[in-house]
C-alpha cells in the first residue's frame, strides 16, 4: 500500500511561484512511477506531469513552467510551479503507480493523494 500526502498549495498572483510536495510511504516507492494531475471547477482532472526512475512528461499547458522532480531519499515528489496563471486554479492531486514507466493516463495509477488546492489570481 502506499500513503500520498500532497502540500504546498495556497492562493498566489498571477506570475508568481508556488512548489507542491508530495510525501510517499511504502517500501518500494522508488521503483514507482509519480504523477501530477489537477481538476479544476467544473472541469475533469488532467494531467500535469510524471516522472519516472530518470525520464519525465508534461502536458503542452505547462511545459515550460513546471518541473517535477523526486527525491528517493525522502520519499517526496515535487512540482515547481513557475509563472503561474488564473488557468492553472485547480485542486492538484499526486498520483502514484506500480511500474516505473510514467505515463500521461490517471487510469494507470493506483494511489492518490487527497488534493491541494492551488488558486492563481489575477
Known amino acids: 500500500q502506499v500513503y500520498l500526502v500532497e502540500t504546498g498549495g495556497g492562493l498566489v498572483q498571477a506570475g508568481a511561484s508556488l512548489r507542491l510536495s508530495c510525501a510517499a510511504s511504502?517500501?518500494?516507492?522508488?521503483?514507482?512511477?509519480m504523477g501530477w494531475f489537477r481538476q479544476a471547477p467544473g472541469k475533469e482532472r488532467e494531467f500535469v506531469a510524471a516522472?519516472?526512475?530518470?525520464?519525465?512528461r508534461y502536458a503542452d499547458s505547462v511545459k515550460g513552467r513546471f518541473t517535477i522532480s523526486r527525491d528517493n531519499a525522502k520519499n517526496t515528489l515535487y512540482l515547481q510551479m513557475n509563472s503561474l496563471k488564473p488557468e492553472d486554479t485547480a485542486v492538484y492531486y499526486c498520483?502514484?503507480?506500480?511500474?516505473?514507466?510514467?505515463?500521461?493516463?490517471?487510469?494507470?495509477?493506483?494511489?492518490w493523494g487527497q488534493g491541494t488546492q492551488v488558486t492563481v489570481s489575477s
Open positions: 498520483a502514484a503507480r506500480t511500474s516505473i514507466l510514467a505515463t500521461m493516463s490517471q487510469g494507470d495509477y493506483e494511489y
Open positions: 511504502g517500501r518500494t516507492w522508488a521503483s514507482y512511477a
Open positions: 516522472i519516472g526512475w530518470s525520464s519525465s
